[in-house]
Nanobody, 120 residues
Framework: QAQLVESGGGLVQPGGSLRLSCEVS????????MSWYRQAPGKERELVAQ????????NYADSVKGRFTISRDNAKNTVFLQMSGLNLEDTALYSC?????????????WGRGTQVTVSS
């Protein structure tokens, strides 16, 4: 059974940094594209960053470009999100997603999330 476990969230001051991790088990990690999503109270879940299965390509939401970096270690079945220059609008529950897309369906697995709170 697939398990995605996020860690690294917490309370940080504006301008600060955090590094989120998502450790994956029960899947062949290297075959999945990985993403970080976030959801703030009262808002819809939004895509933050994506990385392809081999780590050769990444994609970011405009709101985090230049501040966040997604990376992965396929030997450790872990995806990371390095966040810097955090601001109040980055406060949210951050969840990781493992996805594979096939011709006729999409396979998704989700973690429960880790809370990031930016506050002075």
């Amino acid at each position: 059974q697939a398990q995605l476990v996020e860690s690294g969230g917490g309370l940080v001051q504006p301008g600060g940094s955090l590094r989120l991790s998502c450790e994956v088990s029960g899947l062949t990690f290297s075959t999945y594209d990985m993403s970080w999503y976030r959801q703030a109270p009262g808002k819809e879940r939004e895509l933050v960053a994506q990385i392809t299965s081999a780590g050769s390509s990444t994609n970011y939401a405009d709101s985090v470009k230049g501040r966040f970096t997604i990376s992965r270690d396929n030997a450790k079945n872990t995806v990371f999100l390095q966040m810097s220059g955090l601001n109040l609008e980055d406060t949210a529950l951050y969840s990781c997603n493992a996805r594979r897309i096939f011709p006729y369906f999409r396979e998704d697995h989700w973690g429960r999330g880790t809370q990031v709170t930016v506050s002075s």
